[in-house]
């Protein structure tokens, strides 16, 4: 009840609606000129059912309201009816509007705006086809059952339906345009105006004259109806039916309509100049319909075009921003388009790679450099015959005659079934790139270098202190040596001495040099068949001090009955003493007592030594093995390098293996002899 209240319409929107109301009835009272017949075109029907489709069901029964009394009104003026058969015939005509707005809406979902050609169909066969069932029905039966004029309902029924339909026909549409477009200006340009005059005049001469009875047929007005509806649609077809429904109420009011004859023809003439004004809004709101889709798909494609375009443009300035060659090929590879970049840096002149005997992949592959041309050529032909993308590198002339380095890629594109429908290739400029790794290759070499020659000083350095001090030694000795032959008597068994001592500094200084040949150079005339428990535990005593002041525990795991290996003892005893001391040191940074294991077993036909340390593990496992890699302030970077090119020359491996949570292992296999000499 509330929202019925606070749905209440506008007085003045009221007021209108009445008096559309009363205006209809007088239009019906004009039309209805079968003798005996109150009933005909019953235009207070469309004015109904166009306002309750347009306003929300709340107001319903203030139009519904309103619309009595303009019923009332109408009856009181024209029809005469008594009040009782005026009243139920109301309520036939508004169960009618009910009825039909319901429908339509229901089925257009929607309040029907006539906007589309389903709108259009579901409004003439539920609004002006179904709806009209119920006021015929209570119409007839009312003005039957009262004996009014002595018509009787199968006879009134007919007549009734299809004058209600006509009505809502003829009516409805342009209320509902009116309605819609009260405030919405119609903006039409002077052509139209122009033709919207000329098709007027047409139209209503061709009414008058075939509604006049001066033409054979009324149906010569179809032409400019139709004309009018597909050029204004809705809105045209709206005023050409109206004026179509005022001039056939002028003529018949004048008595010159065709449509009027001698009283026994009246019926039939009355139901054909209905069927000729249903027929006539029936096909001006189809066309109008189709008229208004074709607009709109225009409309819609024209907006599409539109937007295509728009987006080409945006892609194609995003292409040509890219700051790398884009080019697409057909699939069997001719290019269809380079990109501005592109083109600048070829200097290519796509339109003249298309005169005829020049083709533009040719042209393209022209400016590859020769030793990378074939390489690019055998790619793209692969890629284009097997559907795989592909990336290569290579070098592309730019128009100023430098080649420069490109990293190119190309991907094919599909379409929804999958067949490639063109290639997408794009090159980036990557020589200045190229050139800092080049740089930057070389500067790392020299580096090398460099480092290379500063630790060979330092290791000819040490070398020369210790050769040095034997030889200085020597000096002396034979220095002394010879004052003691020179002298007079000749001392001979001082210079004995000295002689002994001279021999024993030349022994010390070769074994210095032995030392370091047997570093670099691995012997196998020295191997023997040994065992490395006893080479492990000679290399521990030989670190036990070192080992005591880091404060570093041994833990030495040998198995027993191990079989001998056949080996330099020296460079093993090496090896060992490399590996442990490494051990110490990375563990110099742990603090507290830490521990050292050493563990020699037997696995398959290999004797295998493993040295685990608890220190921060290693850092490079790929790189520690390289000749002059350290980690240490004053390492030298040799010791593993040594070890491994030692290891390796006895048949066995060295690798290091980061421990869980910390630590390193470092295994050494060495083959079992097999006929070492004991
Ligand atoms: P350096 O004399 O420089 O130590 P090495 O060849 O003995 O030369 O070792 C090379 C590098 O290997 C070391 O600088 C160190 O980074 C790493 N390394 C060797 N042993 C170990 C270990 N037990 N734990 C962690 N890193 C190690």
């Known amino acids: 009840m509330l929202s019925v209240w606070s749905n209440r319409p506008r007085y003045l929107h009221m007021g209108l609606f009445f008096a559309a109301y009363v205006m209809g009835c007088g239009f019906a009272q004009v039309l209805a000129i079968v003798p005996g017949i109150t009933v005909s075109i019953w235009p207070p029907a469309g004015v109904f059912i166009a306002t309750l489709i347009l306003t929300p069901p709340?107001?319903?029964?203030?139009?519904?309201?309103?619309?009595?009394?303009?019923?009332?009104?109408?009856q009181f003026v024209w029809f005469h009816s008594p009040l009782p058969a005026g009243l139920l015939i109301y309520v036939g005509n508004a169960l009618c509007a009910v009825v039909g707005a319901t429908l339509v809406n229901r089925a257009c979902g929607r309040p029907c705006r006539l906007q589309t050609l389903q709108e259009v169909l579901v409004f003439v066969a539920l609004g002006a086809g179904v709806a009209p069932l119920a006021s015929a029905t209570v119409g007839s039966a009312t003005l039957a059952w009262f004996g009014i004029e002595s018509q009787t309902f199968t006879s009134v029924w007919p007549?009734?339906?299809?004058?209600?339909?006509?009505?809502?026909?003829?009516?409805?549409?342009?209320?509902?345009?009116?309605?819609?477009?009260?405030?919405?200006?119609?903006?039409?340009?002077?052509?139209?105006?122009?033709?919207?005059?000329?098709?007027?005049?047409?139209?209503?001469?061709?009414?008058?004259?075939?509604?006049?009875?001066?033409?054979?047929?009324?149906?010569?007005?179809?032409?400019?109806?139709?004309?009018?509806?597909?050029?204004?649609?809705?809105?045209?077809?709206?005023?050409?039916?109206?004026?179509?429904?005022?001039?056939?109420?002028?003529?018949?009011?004048?008595?010159?309509?065709?449509?009027?004859?001698?009283?026994?023809?009246?019926?039939?003439?009355?139901?054909?100049?209905?069927?000729?004004?249903?027929?006539?809004?029936?096909?001006?709101?189809?066309?109008?319909?189709i008229s208004r889709q074709h607009q709109q798909a225009v409309l819609t494609l024209r907006q599409s075009l539109e937007a295509l375009r728009d987006r080409e443009l945006e892609l194609s300035q995003l292409v040509n921003m890219v700051p790398s060659h884009v080019w697409r090929l057909t699939p069997d590879g001719q290019p269809t388009f380079f990109?501005?970049?592109?083109?600048?840096?070829?200097?290519?002149?796509?339109?003249?790679?298309?005169?005829?005997?020049?083709?533009?992949?040719?042209?393209?592959?022209?400016?590859?450099?020769?030793?990378?041309?074939?390489?690019?050529?055998?790619?793209?032909?692969?890629?284009?015959?097997?559907?795989?993308?592909?990336?290569?590198?290579y070098r592309l002339r730019r128009a100023d005659g430098d080649f420069r380095w490109m990293s190119s890629r190309a991907e094919p594109m599909r379409n929804a079934e999958g067949t490639i429908v063109q290639w997408n290739i794009i090159c980036v400029d990557i020589g200045d790139e190229v050139r800092s790794q080049e740089k930057l290759r070389l500067a790392q070499e020299s580096l090398a270098r460099a480092s290379q020659a500063a630790s060979l000083a330092e290791l000819s350095a040490s070398i020369a202190h210790e050769v040095n001090q034997?030889?200085?030694?020597?000096?002396?000795?034979?220095?002394?040596?010879?004052?003691?032959?020179?002298?007079?008597?000749?001392?001979?068994?001082?210079?004995?001495?000295?002689?002994?001592?001279?021999?024993?500094?030349?022994?010390?200084?070769?074994?210095?040099?032995?030392?370091?040949?047997?570093?670099?150079?691995?012997?196998?005339?020295?191997?023997?068949?040994?065992?490395?428990?006893?080479?492990?535990?000679?290399?521990?005593?030989?670190?036990?001090?070192?080992?005591?002041?880091?404060?570093?525990?041994?833990?030495?795991?040998?198995?027993?009955?191990?079989?001998?290996?056949?080996?330099?003892?020296?460079?093993?005893?090496?090896?060992?003493?490399?590996?442990?001391?490494?051990?110490?040191?990375?563990?110099?940074?742990?603090?507290?007592?830490?521990?050292?294991?050493?563990?020699?077993?037997?696995?398959g036909d290999e004797i295998r030594t493993e040295i685990s340390d608890g220190g921060g593990g290693v850092e490079f496992p790929d790189r520690i093995f390289e000749p002059f890699f350290t980690t240490k302030e004053q390492g030298m970077g040799m010791g593993l390098a040594i070890c491994r090119s030692i290891v390796e020359s006895h048949g066995g491996r060295l690798w290091a293996e980061n421990n869980e949570p910390d630590g390193a292992t470092f295994i050494c296999t060495l083959p079992i002899a097999t006929n070492a000499v004991p």
């Open 339 to 393: 990109n501005k970049r592109m083109v600048d840096f070829l200097g290519l002149n796509v339109v003249d790679t298309d005169k005829p005997g020049m083709r533009r992949l040719e042209a393209v592959l022209e400016t590859i450099h020769p030793d990378d041309a074939p390489g690019f050529g055998a790619a793209l032909r692969n890629c284009l015959a097997t559907g795989e993308s592909f990336a290569m590198r």
């Open 159 to 289: 007549l009734f339906w299809i004058g209600d339909a006509t009505g809502i026909l003829l009516v409805a549409p342009m209320v509902l345009i009116v309605i819609q477009h009260w405030r919405t200006k119609t903006e039409l340009s002077a052509a139209q105006w122009t033709e919207a005059a000329v098709l007027g005049v047409i139209f209503l001469g061709a009414a008058a004259l075939a509604l006049g009875g001066h033409l054979s047929s009324p149906y010569i007005i179809m032409p400019p109806l139709l004309w009018v509806a597909v050029r204004f649609e809705f809105r045209g077809a709206a005023v050409a039916l109206t004026l179509l429904a005022l001039i056939t109420m002028a003529l018949t009011m004048s008595g010159g309509s065709q449509f009027v004859g001698d009283p026994e023809s009246q019926r039939e003439q009355q139901v054909m100049l209905q069927l000729f004004l249903v027929i006539s809004a029936f096909s001006a709101l189809i066309v109008a319909a």
């Open 58 to 74: 709340y107001s319903w029964p203030w139009w519904i309201l309103a619309g009595c009394a303009g019923e009332m009104f109408g």
């Open 470 to 603: 034997p030889l200085a030694a020597i000096v002396a000795n034979s220095n002394a040596c010879y004052r003691w032959l020179s002298a007079e008597p000749v001392n001979v068994g001082r210079a004995k001495i000295t002689t002994e001592r001279i021999i024993r500094d030349a022994n010390s200084a070769a074994a210095v040099v032995s030392r370091i040949r047997a570093l670099f150079k691995p012997s196998v005339e020295q191997r023997h068949g040994m065992v490395l428990s006893s080479a492990i535990t000679e290399a521990c005593n030989l670190l036990a001090d070192e080992a005591a002041r880091r404060r570093v525990r041994m833990d030495i795991n040998v198995e027993s009955n191990l079989p001998a290996v056949s080996a330099d003892r020296v460079q093993i005893q090496q090896v060992l003493v490399n590996l442990i001391r490494n051990g110490m040191e990375a563990m110099d940074s742990v603090a507290g007592d830490s521990v050292l294991g050493v563990r020699i077993r037997r696995v």
